[in-house]
């Protein structure tokens, strides 16, 4: 008798078992996102996105523009050597006929100059040059197709020597070794574009006399 009543006072009352099994939750499926939640989280991500676009394209245009107008500058500075060069080695007008420094100022509301003069020009001559000798070299400004205040440097070369005949003693002919086809002649003006995308061209004399 003593122990039956031992162990029915240890065991807990059947009110309590229930309440004890009531609050214990119930194994289920976890909640998930609603459809509001997701927007708004697309939204976000949108303009996440949106904004770090914004910053690498502005970027990579800051990069691509001072490239190309690093580039531009460069040809320009090679320009502008290229003809002081040639403008140390013009010839004198007392050099001899046809030979004159002219300069010509420009009509343009920019500054569109030219100048013209006479050099030596040095060349080996083979198939694929052209001869030397004296030239009258020009540099001017042509206005670029549908493009307002931006032209072209143009650098024109005229020969002012003729070439000299073939003399059939030294073996030289006017065939060509290779293809035995006939030499065209040289051209005597030579024109070509230096630099593009130029504002303006100016010279000034020292002496205009």
């Known amino acids: 008798m003593l122990r039956m009543s031992q162990v029915l006072a240890t065991a807990p009352p059947s009110d309590q078992r229930e309440r004890s099994i009531e609050k214990t939750p119930a194994a289920g499926p976890s909640r998930g996102f609603t459809l509001l939640e997701i927007l708004v989280a697309t939204a976000i991500l949108g303009i996440i996105l949106l904004t770090i676009y914004g910053v690498l394209s502005r970027a990579l245009y800051a990069k691509n523009h001072s490239e190309e ?28 006929v046809n030979i004159a420094f002219v ?21 080996q001559f083979s198939v694929s040059q052209n001869r030397g000798g004296r030239a009258m070299v020009s540099y001017s400004l042509d206005p670029v197709k549908d493009t307002r205040n931006l032209f072209a440097l143009r650098r024109q070369e005229q020969l002012l020597t003729e070439a000299a005949p073939a003399d059939p003693g030294d073996g030289s002919s006017n065939t060509d070794p290779t293809t035995g086809e006939p030499i065209p ?24 006399m």
């Open 69 to 96: 107008r690093a580039d531009l500058y460069s040809s320009g500075r090679e320009a502008v050597l290229k003809i002081a060069d040639e403008l140390e080695g013009a010839l004198p007008p007392t050099a001899g």
């Open 103 to 123: 300069g010509i100022p420009g009509t343009e509301s920019v500054p569109t100059d030219a100048v013209q003069f006479a050099v030596v020009v040095r060349r």
């Open 185 to 208: 002649p040289a051209p005597t003006t030579l024109a070509a574009y230096v630099l593009d995308q130029v504002a303006g061209l100016r010279f000034r004399y020292l002496d205009p």
